[in-house]
């Protein structure tokens, strides 16, 4: 329906860069009613035939280098994908469909918090954190593995997410115009004001898409589970966690866990960081019998894990997170000094919105799971919080 277009059409953001096409969202949004009635019935007609047109599969991608990383090697950039707005639009339209049932048949397992309606990270870690309250409060053992997946987006199997797409039991036209929409996509590289020629994309979701994150979650939702234990996934971020009041039970518990994980992720072709995938016991003993295994590789213990931007202590203290957010709320604050500095041309209502929009959030980022930290440690945010006010307002 045009009314249905029209709706997404009111949430583009206006300066998104625009794809391969040049068409931007400030284009878009002055569409004339005939314009949107023509795309209205492209768009009826691309889930009746379940085909995605071909010149809306190219993706335009940027590298950026990444900061203080030699500028010589490829893996030292970061690729920015700009993809057509024209197909972001049809792709609304779809993953409305998507989610709608999705959501009416309770499909996506309620361990994953990721690019879901009325969840968030600090829904998951306000989860896990009571989880580790509550054990230690009971003088029991909370163990944790927080895995770090390689390139997890962009390695993702098409035809086993395919396969998947249909075992969900989705009407056709809506399985087959997803199929269509992850085949035989492109891209092209855009480096100063020169595109590169066109490569296929074999494998992966398309990065900066609306469709990507939900067939992202659709791809793990089979990930094993074990009576002894319970995941915290956001996205990619997957924790396992279990607890007992023996360590060597909740050991025993994590490593049976890892053993079901590992066969589904060689079957899914997903690959794990061992080097950088953490264990931790929080507990306040503090010699620990093994080590756990996971492709033979040992995985050390640690007495503090950072997880979905908060730093969890094996005593889940919060000295740590909270010394962290103030390094980087100063850092921030550094670089915007001459915007809100004493002598800045900036009036106090726009330096204000500076400080709400890029300072104070660094500070009161899940906030609600750190809120019962001790009384010194909040001094410290507050004291930080004190002085950059004092500074915007220019008073001693």
Same mark, same amino acid.
């Given at each position: 329906?045009?009314?249905?277009?029209?709706?997404?059409?009111?949430?583009?953001?206006?300066?998104?860069?625009?794809?391969?096409?040049?068409?931007?969202?400030?284009?878009?949004?002055?569409?004339?009613?005939?314009?949107?009635?023509?795309?209205?019935?492209?768009?009826?007609?691309?889930?009746?035939?379940?085909?995605?047109?071909?010149?809306?599969?190219?993706?335009?991608?940027?590298?950026?280098?990444?900061?203080?990383?030699?500028?010589?090697?490829?893996?030292?950039?970061?690729?920015?994908?700009?993809?057509?707005?024209?197909?972001?639009?049809?792709?609304?339209?779809?993953?409305?469909?998507?989610?709608?049932?999705?959501?009416?048949?309770?499909?996506?397992?309620?361990?994953?918090?990721?690019?879901?309606?009325?969840?968030?990270?600090?829904?998951?870690?306000?989860?896990?954190?009571?989880?580790?309250?509550?054990?230690?409060?009971?003088?029991?053992?909370?163990?944790?593995?927080?895995?770090?997946?390689?390139?997890?987006?962009?390695?993702?199997?098409?035809?086993?997410?395919?396969?998947?797409?249909?075992?969900?039991?989705?009407?056709?036209?809506?399985?087959?115009?997803?199929?269509?929409?992850?085949?035989?996509?492109?891209?092209?590289?855009?480096?100063?004001?020169?595109?590169?020629?066109?490569?296929?994309?074999?494998?992966?979701?398309?990065?900066?898409?609306?469709?990507?994150?939900?067939?992202?979650?659709?791809?793990?939702?089979?990930?094993?589970?074990?009576?002894?234990?319970?995941?915290?996934?956001?996205?990619?971020?997957?924790? +396992? #966690? $279990?607890? /007992?009041?023996?360590?060597?039970?909740? &050991?025993?518990?994590?490593?049976?866990?890892?053993? *079901?994980?590992? =066969?589904?992720?060689?079957?899914?072709?997903?690959?794990?960081?061992?080097?950088?995938?953490?264990?931790?016991?929080?507990?306040?003993?503090?010699?620990?019998?093994?080590?756990?295994?996971?492709?033979?590789?040992?995985?050390?213990?640690?007495?503090?894990?950072?997880?979905?931007?908060? +730093? #969890? $202590?094996? /005593?889940?203290?919060?000295?740590?997170? &909270?010394?962290?957010?103030?390094?980087?709320?100063? *850092?921030?604050? =550094?670089?915007?000094?001459?915007?809100?500095?004493?002598?800045?041309?900036?009036?106090?209502?726009?330096?204000?919105?500076?400080?709400?929009?890029?300072?104070?959030?660094?500070?009161?980022?899940?906030?609600?799971?750190?809120?019962?930290?001790?009384?010194?440690?909040?001094?410290?945010?507050?004291?930080?919080?004190?002085?950059?006010?004092?500074?915007?307002?220019?008073?001693?």
């Amino acid at each position: 329906m045009p009314s249905e277009v029209c709706s997404y059409i009111k949430r583009l953001r206006r300066k998104k860069s625009p794809g391969l096409n040049g068409i931007s969202n400030q284009m878009i949004k002055n569409f004339p009613p005939k314009t949107i009635c023509y795309f209205t019935k492209l768009a009826n007609c691309i889930l009746q035939w379940q085909h995605f047109p071909a010149c809306w599969k190219t993706a335009q991608i940027t590298p950026i280098l990444k900061p203080d990383i030699p500028a010589t090697a490829p893996e030292s950039y970061r690729p920015i994908s700009l993809l057509s707005s024209v197909s972001k639009l049809m792709e609304a339209i779809i993953l409305s469909r998507l989610n709608k049932y999705l959501e009416e048949h309770e499909v996506i397992i309620p361990y994953q918090f990721g690019f879901r309606q009325k969840h968030s990270t600090t829904h998951q870690l306000y989860r896990v954190v009571e989880m580790i309250s509550d054990g230690l409060q009971r003088s029991r053992v909370t163990g944790g593995q927080f895995l770090d997946i390689a390139k997890a987006f962009d390695r993702v199997w098409l035809d086993a997410l395919t396969y998947k797409l249909h075992n969900l039991g989705l009407p056709g036209y809506i399985t087959n115009t997803i199929k269509s929409y992850l085949t035989g996509r492109h891209f092209v590289v855009h480096v100063s004001g020169t595109l590169s020629t066109s490569r296929p994309i074999r494998a992966g979701v398309p990065q900066g898409s609306l469709l990507g994150p939900t067939l992202f979650n659709i791809y793990v939702n089979d990930i094993p589970t074990t009576p002894n234990t319970t995941l915290a996934m956001y996205a990619d971020d997957t924790a +396992i #966690l $279990t607890q /007992s009041a023996f360590v060597g039970s909740a &050991i025993q518990h994590l490593q049976e866990h890892i053993q *079901a994980l590992e =066969a589904w992720l060689v079957k899914c072709r997903i690959k794990v960081n061992v080097e950088k995938t953490y264990a931790i016991l929080f507990t306040t003993k503090k010699k620990f019998p093994v080590c756990l295994q996971m492709y033979g590789e040992s995985i050390p213990w640690v007495k503090q894990v950072p997880y979905l931007g908060v +730093i #969890l $202590t094996k /005593s889940l203290t919060w000295n740590p997170h &909270i010394t962290n957010i103030i390094r980087k709320f100063r *850092a921030s604050k =550094a670089s915007l000094f001459p915007l809100i500095a004493r002598n800045s041309v900036l009036s106090i209502d726009n330096k204000f919105l500076i400080y709400k929009s890029m300072l104070r959030l660094i500070l009161s980022y899940a906030c609600p799971v750190w809120a019962y930290s001790c009384k010194s440690l909040r001094k410290r945010q507050q004291a930080a919080q004190n002085g950059e006010i004092r500074q915007i307002c220019n008073v001693p």
